[in-house]
């Protein structure tokens, strides 16, 4: 079946879900009455995922286990209902899959969810289930969080398991969550996170000019506002240039980033010649001519940068920054604007990715449609950022 047939056959808009696998949680714990559904690159016990494409699914099996993260939160008494729509594969932001169409954003009907976690991000606003699992590899949990008006956690690299987890980049993916309400979000963190190694309260939110500078000049002047607002309990905000390259940052992670895609999928795309789209055939085709030797020497400048910003923030401070440039974009948006805006997003994305560190996202803007905010903070003080976000946005 190619892309062309698929997309003729699945209309334009999609459930949130693919597929209504329900597992009961254990009868008592943490998050017993509570239900939640997990993006389809998770491993489910003996349900076949499709990360988001037809052939994926036709060429592997059922699994026996459940990934490690969908069985912690079975085992603290949450109830799986079902594995959510996501994009092609996980590489792409837009939330729209050739294949399967787009999930509708409970908050925008008119616009995109965001990818690729755009059905987990459709089920929660709709409140069709309490939270839901996405993983982020480049921005699928803060985008699609900004775009629906959701509460999301990108977690630092390694934080939480992504065993039996469909990889696209396996240094750089990460297991997410998104919920409606900030303390829904902290309570998922205590099964999923543990504790912090070494347990220390946000006191200080920074926020760098420069970055506001990537969002559109009309919505500007209210997200900062809306970032002013949310630092009160801490005081204000805290100005300070960082003097962030973000051409080079962006640089780095691409090219990292897109030697670990091929080198994880790169043998099944040579072997099952699935059928792509074209978004996304032309970014395997990228990742494909990327050398061990261009990898590595991102790989070092990722982790000279790293260092870098661990001198210009502290443990105790957070950076406030965008998400997203703009709202959502409409559902008839053109394939080449949607490249141009992805680039923009990763511009912004791309801090937490080359250096491990924890990003939450949270509403900030609501017209015409949603743009979040976010905290960034130190590698390892996961649950730190999710106390702050209490406190901000209660």
Known sequence: MTAKDAAAEHPASCDAFIAKTARQGASAGPLAGLTFAAKDNFAIANHKAGAGHPDWRSTHDATARSATAVQMLLNAGADLIG???????????????????????????????????????????????????GTDTAGS??????????????????????????????????????TRSAEPLRDVGKVLLGEDEKPKAIQTIILDPALFELVDEEYRPALLEA??????PFGGLTKRDLNLDLDAITGMFAKSRSYDVWSALGDW???????????????????????????????????????????LLQPDEALILPITPDPAPLR???????????????????????????????????KPAPIGLSLLGRKGFDQAMLDATCVMVP
């Open 141 to 178: 949990i803060r985008v699609p969080a900004s775009q629906c008006g959701l509460f999301g956690l990108r977690p630092s690299h390694g934080r939480v398991s992504v065993e039996g987890l469909v990889p696209l980049a396996p240094k750089y993916d990460t297991v997410g969550w998104f």
């Open 269 to 311: 795309i040579e072997t099952a010649k699935p059928d792509l789209s074209p978004d996304v055939a032309a970014r395997f085709a990228d990742a494909a001519a990327i050398s061990l030797e261009d990898a590595k020497a991102a790989d070092a400048e990722c982790a000279e940068f790293s260092s870098y910003l661990n001198t």
């Open 332 to 366: 008839t948006t053109e394939s080449n604007t949607l490249a141009n805006r992805r680039a923009r997003l990763i511009q912004l994305s791309a801090i937490a990715c080359v250096t491990g560190r924890p990003q939450v996202a949270f509403p900030a803007l609501n």
């Open 83 to 133: 594995a959510t729509h996501m994009d092609e594969l996980a590489f792409s932001l837009d939330g729209d899959n050739a294949h399967y169409g787009a999930p509708p954003n409970p908050a925008a009907p008119d616009r995109l969810t965001g990818g690729s976690s755009s059905g987990s991000a459709s089920a929660v606003a709709a409140g069709t289930c309490d939270f839901a699992l």
């Open 227 to 232: 970032a002013d607002s949310a630092a009160a």
